[in-house]
C-alpha cells in the first residue's frame, strides 16, 4: 500500500535512509543522520508543499519516496528531482517501481514539466527501473562523489511529465 507519510514514520524512513547511507552509494553521504534531522527534513517538505510517501506492507513502512525542487531557481518551478528509498529486504519486489509510479501521478497532477533522477552510475536496478517508466538518459558527471574508497559518477535521467497547461514566469 501506498501512503501519505506521517511524523510516526520517520524511526522507519530514517532506518531505510541510515542504511542506505552507510551501505550504498545511493546517497553521497557518509554520517548516519538522526531523528532529529529526518524530523526537520519532513517539515521542510510538508511546508514546501512536497508529498512525502511510504510504502506499506503489514503495517510495517518499507520505503519511502518524496520530490523537491529540482533548483531554487524561480525558472527552474516546473522542474523537479525525485527520490525513492526501499528497505533492503524488500528490493527488486516492486516496491519502488510503485512509489515512483506514485509520485510521477502526483507530479502530473501538480503540472510540473520535468521530473529528474540522479542516480549513482552503478547502480543499474534504479536506472533499469526508471528507464522502464520512460525516464531518458540526460547526462553524467564523472567523479562527481569519493565514498567507499572509489570515485563515484552520478547520472541524470529525465521524464517529461504533461507540464502545466498555461506555463507563466513569476
Known sequence: MIRTATKKDLPYILEIYNDAILHTTAIYD???HTIEDRIQWYENKIQDGYPV??????????GFATFGSFRPWPAFKYS??????VHE????KGTGTLLLKALIQISNE????????????SNEKS???????GFKYSG?????????GKWLNLVFYQLELEGPKNPIES
Open 140 to 148: 553524467t558527471i564523472s567523479k562527481a562523489g569519493f565514498k567507499f
Open 53 to 62: 510517501l511510504v510504502a506499506e506492507e503489514n503495517n510495517t513502512v518499507i
Open 30 to 32: 557518509y554520517k548516519a
Open 80 to 85: 523537479i528531482e525525485h527520490s525513492i528509498y
Open 89 to 92: 529486504k524488500y528490493n527488486n
Open 110 to 121: 501538480r503540472e510540473f514539466a520535468t521530473m529528474v533522477a540522479g542516480i549513482d552510475g
Open 127 to 133: 536506472i533499469r527501473m526508471h528507464k522502464k517508466l
